[in-house]
């Protein structure tokens, strides 16, 4: 929400609602209704609320990147040498509205946001082939789903998949998807 990205802005840059007010040429009172949500901003109101704040347009206006933004774990059962592992990966999501970049190691993928079935769909690629995903959210800390890709070879591989805040969390949820 707009008012909790400036609350949080003013207080690590140790900034009073009074200050943010007189540097970007509103009314204290003007600062208090958008950090309650009862107004937000016009333009150009919010470009020098971004920039007095020190982020971007996009940034204050992502209203809530929320729980699907930030470093998370992805997680996947992998065949290697014939034995089959579970690797993880850090990875970076950003969410702008309804999509959400994902970086990592050797990969970077999008993925889309449907709200109202608390699912998230898109494309990923990187070291290996380019392919699919597919998550269904588990609360705000968990995204479980199936990879789909295709070989060098030609052939179509599917598996399970993990994303989740942390390593240990991302790797319990793989396990016991995979058994």
């Known amino acids: 929400m707009l008012g909790d990205v400036i609350k949080r802005r003013c207080e690590e840059l140790n900034l009073t609602q009074t200050e943010l007010a007189d540097r970007v040429g509103v009314h204290v009172r003007q600062i208090r209704r958008y950090e309650r949500g009862e107004q937000q901003p016009v333009l150009g109101v919010a470009a020098k609320l971004a920039a007095t704040l020190?982020?971007?347009?996009?940034?204050?206006?992502?209203?809530?990147?929320?729980?699907?933004?930030?470093?998370?774990?992805?997680?996947?059962?992998?065949?290697?040498?014939?034995?089959?592992?579970?690797?993880?990966?850090?990875?970076?999501?950003?969410?702008?509205?309804?999509?959400?970049?994902?970086?990592?190691?050797?990969?970077?993928?999008?993925?889309?946001v449907w709200e109202a079935e608390r699912v998230l769909t898109g494309w990923y690629g990187g070291a290996g082939a380019p392919g699919t995903m597919f998550f269904a959210l588990r609360g705000e800390a968990v995204a479980e789903?199936?990879?789909?890709?295709?070989?060098?070879?030609?052939?179509?591989?599917?598996?399970?998949?993990?994303?989740?805040?942390?390593?240990?969390?991302?790797?319990?949820?793989i396990a016991a998807l995979t058994g």
């Open 54 to 112: 020190g982020i971007s347009l996009d940034e204050l206006a992502e209203l809530d990147g929320g729980p699907l933004d930030g470093e998370w774990w992805s997680a996947r059962r992998v065949r290697i040498d014939g034995r089959e592992l579970i690797a993880t990966t850090p990875v970076t999501l950003r969410r702008r509205g309804d999509v959400i970049t994902v970086e990592g190691r050797g990969l970077r993928g999008e993925l889309r």
């Open 145 to 173: 789903g199936r990879w789909v890709a295709r070989t060098a070879d030609g052939t179509v591989v599917s598996g399970s998949a993990v994303l989740a805040r942390t390593r240990e969390d991302a790797t319990q949820v």
